[in-house]
């Protein structure tokens, strides 16, 4: 604020996939990797191969949904079905689920030699928008009306290198389940075509919602950033990065506004194209890179990698321009960007921030700390008394292994007030700290209220 905005706050613009380096660009801009500066230098390795599941067992998975991944067996070798679907065979990689005794959550990998099968399954309907290599549309399944988000992806069209970010995404998304990350029901995938059919999130994008209100309140972001967290932390002890958060990546599925007039959104993490499982643990490291012991550095001995850190940054850049609007470093080029970034100077000076407690700020201060390995972890954000304060208070003292908490973390304003999770909103919370808050204060509508999409990529 005060310094020349680049276009849109930085909101407006679209990350473009860069095929050669993995990493990410504004469309308008030149991709990062190609310039000399790296901003966040990341250790982790992608895992192109299919990756076990990390999730339970999947008895929670709605009856429609079961029904429509049974249909889909169904017709796949059903006798009567065209004969254009009748070498639907599932991926031998499939076969190749589960990690130790972790349970599975198989997500069918179907093949067919062309789209003709799935347009018997699903009627399409409107497009919910344009990404990088493909057109998200909305699908309903005929049989049980269910609603689903199908990407398409043309992968001639893509190329070779999009198409094995989207491998990758779709690996990735299968070994993974949480109330706050994308579901992914099934995979088609023809020799020219891929799709991906996932859980529809009827109201957007997180950036358009931000759009229309400017700036959220103080809870609205909290209960944004828990889930968030909550997602994060799940990642990280699964050892994914995810690598591109950002307010465009951020999904809502549904939406309710409460007694006191406060949005309640159903946040989902979306694309997974930059995301990276990183490999072995201690020994492999210690076994692999590090050679002698007499020339080993501190952190290889004490595993310390911080590469999943970066994600950490990103929810801090997410708080702050949920809480005033706009993003918390712009400047007229890209290299004075990077400068701000890099010195890492939070500014309050806005009239908004006024009204935002000081344990925020703290957050915020603890998420964007330059050196990664003194920024909180997202265990310690999930721990941490903005978050889940009745928590913190039976914890006392809970505070950041890698630094003492500021002085400001300790105190609340009275703009702050806290809430139990609504049923749909639960994620891993409810299972720790969050339940220790139920009954706590706010009263709220259950009617959901449906938010206007107005975005709507042509
Ligand atoms: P990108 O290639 O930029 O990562 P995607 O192809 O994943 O984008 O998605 C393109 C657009 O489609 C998104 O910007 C979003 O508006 C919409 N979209 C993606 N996934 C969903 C979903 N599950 N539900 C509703 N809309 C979606």
């Given at each position: 604020m005060g310094v020349q905005k680049m276009a849109d706050s930085g909101f407006g613009k679209k990350t473009a996939k860069c095929p050669n380096c993995s990493s990410t660009s504004q469309k308008d801009a030149p991709c990062v990797s190609s310039s000399k500066t790296r901003l966040i230098p990341v250790l982790v390795a992608a895992d192109t191969s299919d990756t076990s599941s990390l999730g339970e067992p999947d008895s929670s998975i709605p009856l429609e949904r079961k029904k429509d991944q049974q249909l889909i067996k169904y017709k796949a070798f059903a006798k009567d079905v065209p004969s254009k679907s009748s070498n639907i065979e599932k991926k031998p990689s499939q076969q190749q689920w589960g990690r130790g005794n972790v349970s599975e959550v198989k997500v069918p990998h179907i093949r067919l030699d062309d789209g003709a099968a799935i347009?018997?399954?699903?009627?399409?309907?409107?497009?919910?928008?344009?990404?990088?290599?493909?057109?998200?549309?909305?699908?309903?399944?005929?049989?049980?009306?269910?609603?689903w988000a199908i990407k398409k992806v043309n992968k001639e069209k893509a190329g070779s290198s999009a198409v094995k970010l989207l491998e990758q995404e779709v690996n990735i998304l299968k070994s993974v389940k949480h109330e706050h990350i994308i579901h992914l029901e099934q995979v088609?995938?023809?020799?020219?075509?891929?799709?991906?059919?996932?859980?529809?999130?009827?109201?957007?994008?997180?950036?358009?919602?931000?759009?229309?209100?400017?700036?959220?309140?103080?809870?609205?972001?909290?209960?944004?950033?828990?889930?968030?967290?909550?997602?994060?932390?799940?990642?990280?002890?699964?050892?994914?990065?995810?690598?591109?958060?950002?307010?465009?990546?951020?999904?809502?599925?549904?939406?309710?506004?409460?007694?006191?007039?406060?949005?309640?959104?159903?946040?989902?993490?979306?694309?997974?194209?930059?995301?990276a499982k990183k490999h072995g643990g201690s020994e492999a490291m210690l076994q692999s890179a590090c050679g002698t012991p007499t020339y080993m550095a501190p952190e290889v001995i004490n595993d310390h990698d911080y590469s999943q850190q970066c994600d950490i940054w990103s929810i801090g850049v997410i708080m702050y321009s949920l809480l005033c609007g706009e993003p918390p470093f712009s400047a007229s080029s890209e290299e004075k960007l990077f400068e701000l970034i890099r010195k890492g100077e939070l500014h309050f000076s806005d009239p908004v921030w006024e009204s935002i407690s000081d344990c925020a700020k703290s957050v915020l201060k603890q998420?964007?700390?330059?050196?990664?390995?003194?920024?909180?972890?997202?265990?310690?954000?999930?721990?941490?008394?903005?978050?889940?304060?009745?928590?913190?208070?039976?914890?006392?003292?809970?505070?950041?292994?890698?630094?003492?908490?500021?002085?400001?973390?300790?105190?609340?304003?009275?703009?702050?007030?806290?809430?139990?999770?609504?049923?749909?909103?639960?994620?891993?919370?409810?299972?720790?700290s969050v339940a220790s808050n139920q009954g706590a204060t706010a009263k709220y509508s259950t009617k959901p209220t449906a938010l206007p999409r107005t975005k709507k990529k042509p």
């Open positions: 347009q018997e399954i699903y009627t399409f309907g409107k497009i919910l928008g344009k990404g990088s290599f493909g057109v998200v549309i909305e699908a309903i399944n005929k049989e049980t009306g269910t609603k088609f995938e023809t020799p020219k075509k891929m799709y991906l059919v996932m859980e529809l999130c009827e109201d957007g994008e997180l950036r358009e919602i931000l759009k229309r209100k400017e700036h959220l309140s103080e809870n609205e972001t909290r209960w944004i950033i828990q889930s968030l967290a909550s997602a994060i932390a799940y990642l990280h002890n699964n050892d994914i990065v995810h690598r591109d958060l950002k307010l465009e990546n951020i999904m809502v599925k549904s939406s309710f506004t409460d007694a006191n007039n406060e949005m309640n959104l159903n946040i989902k993490v979306t694309d997974f194209g930059l995301a998420l964007m700390k330059v050196d990664p390995a003194h920024r909180i972890t997202a265990k310690e954000l999930l721990d941490n008394q903005w978050i889940t304060p009745t928590a913190h208070k039976k914890k006392f003292p809970v505070k950041s292994k890698k630094e003492n908490v500021d002085s400001l973390d300790t105190g609340n304003s009275n703009s702050t007030r806290y809430r139990p999770l609504p049923a749909g909103l639960k994620g891993e919370l409810e299972k720790s």
